[in-house]
Nanobody, 117 residues
Framework: QVQLVESGGGLVQPGGSLRLSCAASGIIFPLYTMGWYRQAPGRQRELVGFITNAANTKYADSVKGRFAVSRDNAKKTVFLQMNSLKPEDTAVYYC???????????WGQGTQVTVSS
């Protein structure tokens, strides 16, 4: 059974930092592209960033230079380091695992990030 379990969300002040983690089980982790998406109230889910099985990364324009995705294949975990957080970063953040051919695609349950003073 595939499980993606996010952690690390919470309440942070504008300008602060948070680090999200996503622990995977039930997949051959090194083969998967691991991504982070987010969904704010009343908005569609959007890509935040992802890291491929070759450790290449890509980010949404809105988070470039502030967020960084990394992975630890030995621990089957992907991270999202979020710096210089803004109120508009408030959303539920979801971990995603997918194979390069898109044949397999899995989601975590999400973790809430709230940026507010």
């Amino acid at each position: 059974q595939v499980q993606l379990v996010e952690s690390g969300g919470g309440l942070v002040q504008p300008g602060g930092s948070l680090r999200l983690s996503c622990a995977a089980s039930g997949i051959i982790f090194p083969l998967y592209t691991m991504g982070w998406y987010r969904q704010a109230p009343g908005r569609q889910r959007e890509l935040v960033g992802f890291i491929t099985n070759a450790a290449n990364t890509k980010y949404a324009d809105s988070v470039k230079g502030r967020f960084a995705v990394s992975r630890d294949n030995a621990k089957k975990t992907v991270f999202l380091q979020m710096n210089s957080l803004k109120p508009e970063d408030t959303a539920v953040y979801y971990c995603n695992a997918r194979t390069p051919d898109l044949k397999y695609n899995y989601w975590g349950q999400g973790t809430q990030v709230t940026v507010s003073s």
